[in-house]
């Protein structure tokens, strides 16, 4: 089992432009979950996914769009990326809500806005 | 405010043992996680608690007071393998997790 991969693992952009950010785990878990995490700062929750065809905001989810592809999937896109979108972005996958679950995390995306 | 207190940066010596603390102020409660995070890598999970007390696992242990809503990472016998981050997270009354910071951990032989 690959568990979580995310792609691509580093990125520089211009202000401006756009970019997807591709995540995919094969444990059959019903939840995934976009974070970014900054110097100093907690793990930030973007956006989620209890399931297929459903999404929801999270702390932070202005200047970011995600889609669930199917129940494998979980996309983040940026539309018009802005020096403030400069961080390190993870992606987590959860079997359901149970209290004990442990999120599983993918290796992480750097991405840098300039 | 939902709210994750630990400490920035730790050092401790090869050997010895350490204690990370970590209090919170989140609406509700519903289990606190604690993470290994080395530098430019993924979190692993360490350590789960939903009751009072102690939970051990090998070299490491957790405790949780949900009264003083505090939580401690004791970590014993350190290798240097050990230098790393450690988060803590509590899932809060809509089973989202909130995270700390994190605590940088400093081994010196």
């Known amino acids: 089992n690959a568990g979580v991969t995310q792609t691509p693992k580093f990125r520089v952009l211009k202000t401006g432009q756009s970019m997807t950010l591709l995540c995919a785990q094969d444990m059959n878990h019903e939840y995934m979950y976009w974070y970014r995490q900054d110097p100093g700062m907690g793990l930030r929750l973007i956006h989620y996914?209890?399931?297929?065809?459903?999404?929801a905001k999270g702390e932070v989810p202005d200047g970011y769009n995600v889609s669930r592809l199917n129940k494998r999937e979980f996309s983040l896109r940026l539309e018009s990326a802005a020096p403030s979108q400069t961080s390190v972005y993870f992606c987590?996958?959860?079997?359901?809500?149970?209290?004990?679950?442990?999120?599983?995390f993918g290796p992480g995306t750097r991405l840098t806005v300039l | 405010g939902q709210n994750i207190d630990q400490p920035t940066e730790m050092t401790a010596t090869e050997g010895a043992i350490v204690q990370i603390n970590c209090t919170y102020q989140?609406?509700?409660?519903?289990?606190l996680f604690w993470y290994q995070q080395h530098a430019g890598e993924a979190p692993t999970f360490l350590s789960y608690?939903?009751l009072d007390g102690l939970e051990e696992k090998g070299r490491f242990s957790s405790f949780l007071s949900r009264s003083k809503g505090y939580s401690y990472l004791l970590l014993k016998e350190l290798q240097m393998k050990d230098s790393a981050s450690y988060l803590c997270a509590v899932k809060d009354s809509n089973y989202q997790l909130i995270w700390g910071a994190g605590t940088k951990l400093i081994i010196k032989p």
């Open positions: 996914s209890v399931g297929e065809g459903t999404t």
């Open positions: 987590a996958s959860i079997h359901g809500s149970g209290e004990a679950n442990e999120q599983f």
């Open positions: 608690n939903v």
């Open positions: 989140t609406s509700g409660f519903n289990g």
